[in-house]
């Protein structure tokens, strides 16, 4: 991509910006609502989770506590069947036989047990019973022996207690509770007794921890063949650990339920959220993509100039850049022209703006015919221009330069001025580039002073910079020697007449005065112009010496002048009138600046409410603390800020935020286009509307016809300045007008 679509690449960039920002913003969306969705999982899981750990350590809380009943039960069974062999010493064998069958019976129907057996020490019966329970023990019989074992071996460690074990096991294919107590009692033999006994947990058991967990649909399994929305409990071996059983039921999930009965709830309001989120997101991206435009717009206008759509300064100083660095890399060479237009301010000032403005329309859309698709044609001024060729061939640059001398000669036809043909021709100063040969601020040095010499040797003709030009510069080395000498001597009056020894000249103190956008124009203030009257080169602008007070760096002395002249005039007005007055960049830079003006407005006694200090946005180019610091100082004493000549420097609305300015001025070049471009009433409508949103008044500048008054007073501009109320006026002259004979302010000007 060339270096020349650098706004080009601006513009793509903030495109591609806006859209990962809209992608960033969908992503976030999105995510949101899955955070919410996910958060909503998980609570439910966790709670079902929680709720689920709870029913199994109930389970096995329970499990213990039949452990431990069967224990109690035992227990309490041994003593009681010891007390009965106690008590029927006299009995014999088959009595004995009877007595077990019926305490047998008891334990099965009082204590619920599935089977209990007395047994000797070897694991044998110790009475003879029906052959149905002599068939069951005997299956059940190597199951029970190691606990017969742990209880014989506790009873002889600790005779005086009747140990008792009871464990988890499998029983005739079941899960059941065993238990293995010794029986104290002394019987009629001196062999010791055990008592068995076993409940099964498939059953009534089952069934009683089921109802007292609420365990919903508990079952008995083998394996752990649990539905999806079941759990299985296992159930392991007390002396093996294997499991010998499975309790499944389905668990109370309240997790999940909530979940469930919340679905419906939250799919609507991820669907409405995201239906919402969906219309933000086509609303923003038609906010984005018309602030893209806008912000293209924009950027057109800080890099062009808006009558006639050339590249300004600000984007003819890039490509120039863009060229020397491409010379040093290709060594190849470029050519730089300075151009002036001849007699076009007769034009202006004869036939009015509008056929100057279509003159330079004209005049620059002959030029562009003679130019390449590489060549960049830049408006630097009111009428005058820069021409960058970049790779220029020998013999081209000399026949380019006649060729737009010769178009600019032919005349024009101003359909603005009546029909007018007029004549104006140009003056062009121009410098060959080959690397190495100059910097950027030296290259266009020389074209100024080749422009110079072209203008002063006849006009209508171009001019290749030499060298010897440069002693014909001692003419502003004069002017700005003699400039030094006129602020160091100038008298303490604003307005004194000049002296006739007055080699120099002296600086006045011109105003033009500000109107009110209402009935009736009153004067609300004036803006403070200064002028040099020179005894040899009569009455100059501020352009013809305010640039040689830059560079000598006599700005500060100069502009401490007019701000001191201009409070001590203005401090006679009315007390309704505010003063103006411009500050340079480099003044508004100096360190101290808040502290002169301050210090002035107290010694000349003016109040800081009625001054009102003009930035141009070349000012404001780079605001920093230090500038914002500045301002806000000299803001809360009560001194305005106005930014100048809106939009046609490094316009900008963040100067509107970052610098809290009062009054915008819409610069003439925007005014001038009322009546004569349709986009000129787009464009100041818009300022003065953005003006009136961000509560900053709006003062339109270059004022001429009747129409430009009524369409800003129609769309609401605060103040109007221009030759339609008064041209700029010397102090004293200005102060007579001022006033009618009654002492009230004048209509108009």
Known sequence: MSAYDFPQRLAKRATRSSSATLALLAISGLAILGLVFVAALWAGKESDAAALDRQRKLVDSRLQDQVDRVSNDLRLMAAGYSSLISASASMSNEDDAGTA???????????????????????????ASDPE??????????????????VLHGKEAAAANAPIRVDLMRLEGRPSIAGIASIDAASRTSQPLLLAAFRFLDGPTLDTLSREQGLAGARYARTADAEANEVAFQIEATATHEPIGFIIWTPDLPGSRVVARLTPLLTFAGVLIGGLFFALMVRLRKSLLELAQSEDHARHLSLHDVLTGLPNRALFSERFKHCLDGLRHHGNQALLALIDLDRFKEVNDTYGHPAGDELLIKAVARMQELLGNADTLARVGGDEFALLVPGVSAG?????????IKTLSAPFELRAGGGVIVRIGCSIGAVGIVEGTAERGETLRRADVALYEAKSSGRGKYVTYDVSMDSRGSERENLTRELRKVLTEMPSSACNDLRPEDDAGKLELFFQSVHRATRGEPISGAEALVRWRHPRLGLLAPDRFIPLAEEAGLIDQLGEWVLRRAAEEARAWPETMTVAVNVSPSQLRRRGFDSKVLSIIEETGFDPARLELELTEAALFEVDAAVQSTLGNLRSQGVRIALDDFGTGFSSLSHL????IDRIKIDRSFVTLLGSKAEGATIVSSVIALSRKLGKAATAEGVETVGQQDFLIAAGCTDLQGYLYSRPLPCAEF???MLT?????????
């Open 101 to 127: 069958q019926a305490f047998a019976t008891m334990s099965k129907t009082v204590f619920g047990y599935n089977g209990t057996f007395l047994i000797t020490p070897t694991g044998d019966l110790a009475f």
């Open 396 to 404: 081209r640059d000399n026949e380019l330069l006649l060729q737009i």
């Open 741 to 749: 004979p009654d002492g009230r302010l004048r209509g108009r000007i």
């Open 657 to 660: 935020l970052q610098i809290n």
């Open 735 to 737: 102060a007579a007008l």
């Open 133 to 150: 329970t002599t068939r069951r023990y005997k299956w059940i019989r190597p199951l029970l022996l190691p606990m017969v074992r742990t």
